[in-house]
């Protein structure tokens, strides 16, 4: 919380700009699932209960929560602060899974490639400004693949926090509507340890429902890294 406290300062972004960040991110993320956007990369899970069982396919965090809502709550990390708990990530538990093999080892068990991976680089600053580090990390990968970012179809951002997130789609002069087309971590929910991979398979199962051949995927980490990978079609 006070790396985005810090971060927000540093790059100007302002308490509107998250709340509207962190709104957007909701809208997007219900359109999502009310269109079933989220429904091929979901593995429903059945809980046995008194009244039978129940099919867990949904996930539960995104709520309905408009920039009128967001600009009540009170600041949830420094007195005066920007941060608050409506446009910072909520601590979610949460699983994802990628298969990972050669094509040759694929083609031999006859398993379909979706995608494969491209160039990958990671990215280390002062740990206080941790969040902002893909504003290194994704120019960095972009250069390893010789792409510019405007030849990258679709990205998935982690939204730790909004005010970290405006700062690196300012920073690298991003086209939002290519970011996190279906809304992030801020509305779905940050599981710590799989987010990396949650934002991996949201950006593949993307990449094929608009036959798009071109994804970065990028996201801080502990200790003052950053992470970035292209995967094409």
Not at 36 to 49: L, N, T
Not at 108 to 120: D, F, S, T, V
Not at 165 to 173: I, P, Y
Request: aromatic fraction near 6%; hydrophobic fraction near 40%.
């Amino acid at each position: 919380g006070m790396s985005n406290e810090l971060c927000s300062e540093k790059y100007k972004v302002t308490r509107e700009d998250q709340d509207r960040y962190a709104a957007e991110s909701y809208r997007r993320t219900l359109n999502a699932i009310n269109s079933g956007r989220f429904k091929d990369e979901i593995v429903p899970v059945e809980i046995p209960g008194k009244k039978g069982v129940t099919i867990f396919d949904k996930d539960e965090c995104p709520q309905d929560t408009p920039y009128e809502t967001l600009v009540k709550m009170k600041p949830a990390f420094k007195k005066e602060g920007v941060g608050t708990a409506g446009n910072a990530s909520i601590i979610s538990d949460g699983a994802a899974a990628v298969v990972v093999m050669s094509k040759e080892k694929a083609d031999k068990l006859g398993c379909k490639i979706i995608a494969r991976i491209g160039a990958q680089a990671s990215y280390g600053i002062d740990m206080k400004y941790v969040l902002v580090a893909p504003i290194w990390a994704i120019p960095k990968c972009l250069a390893k693949e010789g792409l510019s970012k405007e030849e990258i179809d679709l990205y998935e951002i982690n939204e730790a926090f909004s005010g970290s997130t405006v700062a690196v789609l300012r920073e690298l002069g991003l086209d939002h509507s290519k970011v996190n087309v279906n809304g992030g971590s801020v509305a779905i929910g940050h599981p710590i340890g799989a987010s990396g991979c949650r934002l991996l398979v949201t950006l593949l199962y993307e990449m094929i429902k608009q036959d798009k051949k071109t994804g970065l995927a990028s996201l801080c980490l502990g200790g003052g890294e950053a992470v970035a990978m292209i995967v094409k079609r």
